[in-house]
C-alpha cells in the first residue's frame, strides 16, 4: 500500500514539474520566436536551432546569467569584448586547479544577445571553425545541429541530440519555414522600434526615421527619447532641429557602420550626388567612405566613379578623380617604325632632311593627288563592370532563401513598397524572377 501510494506521489510531482517545465519553454518561445525569425532571415542562422540553443543555454529565460546580464547563450567575454562583463564560476581554472570565475558578456536585453549570437558564429575570424555551417540549408536543423557539436561551440558529447530532442518537442522546425510574411510591415518586432508617427526602418542593420508629415529633428528627439546632442553625434551634418526635413530624409538613431554589411562592395555616383549622399544611403560612416577611398576631407568624386562600400583601403593610385580637378597629361608612347597605328592625325611624324638638287630643266609630268586613306583608329574600351550610364532603376535577381521580406530589409524598403514597384497581389516569388528595389 505505503509503495502504491509513493509511486502515485512521486509521478504526481514528475508530472507537475515537467508540466510546469513544457510551460515556461513554450511561453519563452512565445515571446522570442519573432527576434529568432527575424535574425534568421537577417543571418542566415536557423530560427530553430537559435531558439533551441537559448532555450537550452539559459533554461528557457530561467539562468542566473538570462536573468542578471540578459545572456542567453553563454557568451563569454573573449579578448575582443570592450562592453559590460557579468563573472561567474563555470568551467574555467587557475594553474593551480581550482575553479575561479568566468568573464560573461552582459547586454542590455534579449534581443542584443541573440544578435550577439549571429555576429559570434559568423565572425570573419571565426570562418574556418563556423563558416562550413552556413552553407548548410536553413531547413537542415539536424546538420547544423551536429555542426555546432563538432565545431566546438559547447562541451557536452551530446549537445547535438539535446538540441534536436527540444526542436522536434516544440515543433520549432516549422518556424525554419516562416517568411517575412511574419512581419506583414516589415518592421522589427521590438516594442521600441514601433513608435506612433515615425516611419522607423533597418538600413544596414542601423535604425533610422525616414522624415514624413513635416516632422523636424526635435519631434524625432522627442518621439523617440533620444536628445538632440546624441543625434548629432550619430547624423554627419544634421540639420537645424525645428527646420521642416524633406520627405525620406533620414535620420539615424544609431551610430553608422564602418562598411556596408550588405552584397554591394561598390557605389558609382549619379550625377550631382555627394559622398555624403551616399553615406545616407548605405549608413556606412562618411569619415569611413573618405578614408576607404583615399578622398581628401570636404572633396567630392565626380559622376560615374566608383566608390568602395566595405574593405580595405583602395591602392594608390585607384583613387577617383575628385570634381573640378584636371584629368592627368599621360604621354604619348614614342612611335615604332611602321607601326601607323599609333599615329594621331595630330601628330606628324619627324621627315629625314632633303638633300639640295639641281634643277631639272626636262618637263615633269603633272602631279598627281592621291585621295587620303584614313587611318585605323585604336579601338575604344571602358573599365570592366562600369555603367556608361548612370542606373535610372535597380533590380534585384531572386535566389534560392530569397523572401520579399529579406530582400525589403536589404534595400531599405517595406513589403508593400517592394510589392508596390512590382505590381505583386501575393508575396509569393519565383527563383530568377527580376524586382525592381529602386
Not at 62 to 71: C, D, F, G, V
Not at 243 to 268: A, I
Not at 380 to 406: C, F, I, M, W
Request: proline share 7%; charged share 30%; glycine share 6%.
Amino acid at each position: 500500500m505505503n509503495r502504491k501510494f509513493f509511486a502515485l506521489i512521486f509521478t504526481f510531482l514528475t508530472c507537475t514539474v515537467t508540466f510546469a517545465q513544457n510551460s515556461d519553454f513554450i511561453n519563452y518561445i512565445d515571446r522570442y520566436k519573432k527576434i529568432a525569425i527575424r535574425e534568421m532571415e537577417r543571418a542566415g542562422i536557423p530560427a530553430s536551432i537559435k531558439l533551441a540553443q537559448a532555450l537550452l543555454e539559459s533554461n528557457a529565460g530561467r539562468s542566473e546569467l538570462a536573468r542578471k546580464a540578459n545572456n542567453h547563450f553563454g557568451i563569454k567575454c573573449g579578448g575582443s569584448w570592450s562592453g559590460k562583463t557579468f563573472h561567474k564560476e563555470d568551467d574555467d581554472y587557475d594553474e593551480f586547479g581550482n575553479l575561479q570565475k568566468s568573464c560573461f558578456r552582459k547586454y542590455k536585453n534579449a534581443e542584443d544577445s541573440y544578435i550577439a549570437h549571429s555576429e559570434f558564429l559568423r565572425d570573419p575570424r571565426k570562418a574556418n571553425r563556423y563558416g562550413f555551417l552556413f552553407r548548410l540549408k536553413s531547413t537542415d536543423y539536424k546538420r547544423w545541429a551536429r555542426g555546432l557539436r563538432t565545431s566546438g561551440y559547447a562541451t557536452g558529447a551530446n549537445y547535438d541530440e539535446k538540441l534536436i530532442r527540444i526542436i522536434e518537442t516544440y515543433k520549432l522546425y516549422e518556424l525554419d519555414q516562416m517568411s517575412g510574411d511574419f512581419f506583414p510591415d516589415g518592421r522589427p518586432d521590438k516594442p521600441g522600434d514601433v513608435i506612433a508617427g515615425l516611419d522607423l526602418r533597418r538600413v544596414n542593420d542601423v535604425k533610422v526615421v525616414f522624415a514624413t508629415n513635416k516632422i523636424t529633428v526635435q519631434d524625432i528627439s522627442i518621439k523617440t527619447d533620444i536628445s538632440v546632442k546624441r543625434l548629432a553625434r550619430y547624423n554627419e551634418k544634421l540639420p537645424p532641429v525645428s527646420d521642416t526635413l524633406s520627405e525620406g530624409y533620414r535620420v539615424f538613431l544609431q551610430p553608422k557602420r564602418c562598411r556596408n554589411r550588405g552584397k554591394r562592395k561598390f557605389h558609382y555616383v549619379q550625377e550631382g550626388e555627394t559622398l555624403f549622399d551616399i553615406s545616407q544611403l548605405y549608413a556606412v560612416k562618411l569619415t569611413r567612405l573618405y578614408k576607404r577611398n583615399r578622398i581628401p576631407q570636404n572633396a567630392e568624386p565626380q559622376a560615374d566613379q566608383r566608390i568602395k562600400l566595405k574593405g580595405c583601403k583602395i591602392k594608390e593610385g585607384e583613387r577617383p578623380r575628385l570634381l573640378n580637378e584636371p584629368k592627368p597629361t599621360s604621354s604619348v608612347p614614342p612611335l615604332l617604325e611602321g607601326d601607323d597605328d599609333f599615329m594621331s592625325d595630330d601628330i606628324t611624324p619627324e621627315q629625314p632632311p632633303v638633300k639640295p638638287t639641281t634643277p631639272n630643266t626636262q618637263p615633269q609630268p603633272p602631279a598627281t593627288n592621291p585621295t587620303p586613306q584614313p587611318r585605323p583608329q585604336p579601338p575604344t574600351t571602358t573599365p570592366d563592370n562600369r555603367p556608361t550610364q548612370p542606373e535610372a532603376s535597380v533590380y534585384h535577381t531572386v535566389v534560392k532563401g530569397d523572401t520579399l521580406y529579406n530582400i525589403s530589409r536589404r534595400y531599405g524598403l517595406t513589403v508593400d513598397q517592394l510589392m508596390n514597384l512590382n505590381a505583386l497581389k501575393s508575396t509569393n516569388i519565383n527563383i530568377g524572377q527580376v524586382l525592381r528595389v529602386k
